[in-house]
């Protein structure tokens, strides 16, 4: 495994971070238990969670939200010390009125619950989890600057934010001396490039972590679905992911995967290895999140994770991405 720093900081993550939304949502503890020991043995450093992942997110029940986290506290004995534990806040995890959002209220509450979910007296990355249009940014970063003086987090960062969002916020910090927004973690695969238009110039030009999500295209960089076939029970398409159905929908998906197949074959490699070597061979992007169901899928994802792809490559890629509008 290769590190990468954080941003501006002096944080070291691995290339891979480990996924946790399927932590109690699609598999039980002990199984997450299993893929958890295999990312450590990987060396994986960075563990990634969020208060809203659970069955929760299926069902609409509030109370079966954080089951992610809860099950990291019960599996992270003895281990705590090993990894750099990131989780989030801001959704909807409870029935009232003030159970969401970034207000000083709720991010108190979601921090509390957080690290008693996760038994633990500190988190060492706290993201929040999207835009909150409601709250101005001055109020949530102040909270998140105690909570930092607290002890209780060490860095901060956001996902899902547009570039201005992140610029905006982060300029409040500078100008108020609060601790800022020292990564952002933004959807990042082959079939979703929009972050290379206007945040990923930002990032880079301030110095601000990028921690991708989804980097196999919630599994359709896997190559596991075929346009007009049934998807393989026990998939998240199968399952009805509708954020997956959408992807599918609105994007050249199975065709781009058909453009790209003979370049991995050509390496002797699966979909799933190009496509996370294609993510990493960007310096912009600091560690990729990997989520994972099985302790195989951490070991065949990593095989070849160290590799990076010729400039040849890329740019072949970009120009299968222009064709089919994947870049706009």
């Known amino acids: 495994m290769k ?13 891979i971070s480990l996924g946790t939304m399927a932590f109690g949502r699609w ?19 960075v563990v990634d969670t969020a208060d809203v992942y659970g069955r929760g997110m299926d069902v609409g029940d509030p109370s079966l939200l954080g089951e992610s986290e809860t099950i990291l506290g019960n599996i992270l004995k003895g ?10 806040g801001k959704a909807r995890v409870g029935n009232g009125v003030n159970d969401a959002g970034l207000s ?6 979601a921090v509390e619950n957080s690290l008693r979910r996760l038994k633990t007296d500190h988190i060492d990355l706290y993201q929040v989890h999207g835009f909150d249009p409601e709250t101005p940014f001055e109020e949530t970063l102040g909270t998140l600057d105690d909570l930092v003086k607290q002890g209780k987090i060490r860095y901060i960062g956001c996902s899902n934010f547009a570039a201005w969002q992140l610029a905006k916020a982060n300029g409040i910090s ?6 800022r927004f020292q990564s952002v973690q933004p959807e990042y695969s082959l079939i979703s490039r929009d972050i290379e ?5 930002y990032v880079e030009s301030d110095q601000v972590g990028v921690l991708v999500y989804s980097p196999l295209g919630r599994g359709i960089l896997t190559g596991k679905y ?7 029970a026990g998939t998240r398409l199968a399952a009805g992911e509708k954020r997956l159905e959408l992807l599918l929908r609105d994007n050249p998906a199975y065709e781009l995967v058909e453009r790209i197949r003979p370049y991995a074959e050509a390496r002797g490699w699966t979909l799933a290895q190009f496509s996370l070597a294609w993510v990493l061979s960007h ?20 095989r070849y994770a160290d590799q990076r792809l010729t400039t040849e490559e890329l740019a072949a890629i970009d120009e299968i991405s222009h064709t089919l509008t994947i870049i706009r």
């Open 3 to 15: 590190y990468r720093k954080l941003g501006r900081t002096g944080l070291k993550v691995s290339e």
């Open 27 to 45: 598999i039980d503890e002990k199984t997450s238990d299993a893929v958890l020991g295999q990312a450590l043995d990987a060396g994986i450093n």
């Open 79 to 88: 281990r705590r010390h090993e990894i750099i534990l990131a989780t989030k």
């Open 104 to 109: 000083r209220y709720h991010l108190h509450r």
């Open 174 to 179: 500078a100008l108020h001396r609060l601790n």
């Open 197 to 201: 238009k206007e945040l990923i110039p």
């Open 226 to 232: 075929r346009e007009g076939e049934k998807p393989e």
């Open 283 to 302: 310096s912009y992007v600091s560690s990729a999140i990997l989520g994972a169901s099985k302790p195989e899928h951490i070991q065949d994802a990593l």
